[in-house]
């Protein structure tokens, strides 16, 4: 709707204010010893015309028309409008621009997962090859186990039959092919049989059974038996390196070149005998061998006799010192050995005899004696 233009004109305004009442202020105690502040400053209008100013007066918004062209509604509410969907995407600018997303720790993490998983199915593996590997293992070690069993029941059967073997022999003959060393224990045997049967079965009955070692030597196995006589017997055997069994002869009759008794009787002079006997520490000192310094004594019994004789070493000699370790090492006990005792031309003492020679620490030859000794 036009509006009636209507000219523009200056209006004089009367700006002058009255003069303000005077203040007075009230002073007490606590202010009084205040300095004093001047009067305030007050600011007036402008002295340019004696307290006339001039205003600009603009005509009534209803009566005059201020602007040369005004927008339709349709313009204005165009000009509110805009594209919603470009402005959400403008909403996390900002945020994008000052926050940027870690893209290489999203790498990390993954590369991380990767390796545990590469890790764990690696574990798995290992874990799979170690099962067979205890499997495999195993499995042999049953069969291992199970040969062992049957080897070990065939060897008690070939001891079994070679104790019955032995125990029923009948001549030298058929003896001699069942023990140990037989060029040398024959002449033993021819000896030792000179006056009784060889027979001595039959095998009533085996009442133990058990592997020993010998020396460093574990081909060895003891067994107790009871024959024809009802008395209980010990047998040595050792299987050779070719499997065959032999039997200890020597051990099995505790073979002596006399009867111990009649040789601490008859003491024959001049003569040097090997004797299976027990061995310990004694004091007794006479005669020949009456010097302690000189001589080492030990006292000398044997199995199935009475009498006792005196063994005397020199102090200082191989076989005193061999015959002290045994005896150290058996905690100063008897112990079983094979010595050599000699009687010299012109011995006065009764009980005592020379030891020449240890032989050895056990009552058999683990390995054939030397014949020059």
Known sequence: MARKDKPLELRTVDDSTPEPAPAIRLDNRETE?????????????SEVEAGISRRLELPDRDEVELRTHQPDIDVLIESEL????????????????????????????????????????SRVDEADLKAVAIRSETQSALVDEEQEKREAAQ?????????????????????????????RVLPLMQHYYADKPVYCGPLKSIKALQPITLGNRGNFWMASIVLGDGEAHTLVLEIEDSGKL??????????????WDDFANQRPVGTSLDFRVYA?????????????????????????????LFGYARTGSPEAQQMLDLIQANQRGRVSLILRLGLPEGLKSRRGVVIEKVLSPLWLYLDPPDSRS
Request: with cysteine; glycine share 4%; net charge negative.
């Open 246 to 259: 032999l039997v200890d002869w020597e051990t099995f009759v505790c073979y002596q070149p006399m009867k």
């Open 155 to 183: 060897l008690i059967d070939r001891i079994d039959m070679t104790l019955r073997n032995f125990a029923a022999v009948t001549s030298l003959e058929s003896l001699v092919r069942l023990v140990r060393q037989p060029e």
């Open 82 to 121: 805009s594209n919603a969907d470009q402005l959400e995407e403008q909403w996390g600018e900002a945020t994008i621009r000052r926050h940027p997303i870690p893209w290489g720790w999203f790498v990390l993490i993954s590369l991380a997962i990767i390796g545990a998983v590469l890790w764990s199915l």
């Open 280 to 308: 310990e520490r004694d004091n007794f000192y006479s005669h020949e061998f009456a010097d302690a310094d000189e001589w080492m004594c030990f006292r000398l019994t044997v199995l199935d006799g009475e009498e006792t």
């Open 33 to 45: 010893w205040r300095a004093r502040e001047p009067k305030p400053v007050r600011l007036g209008p």
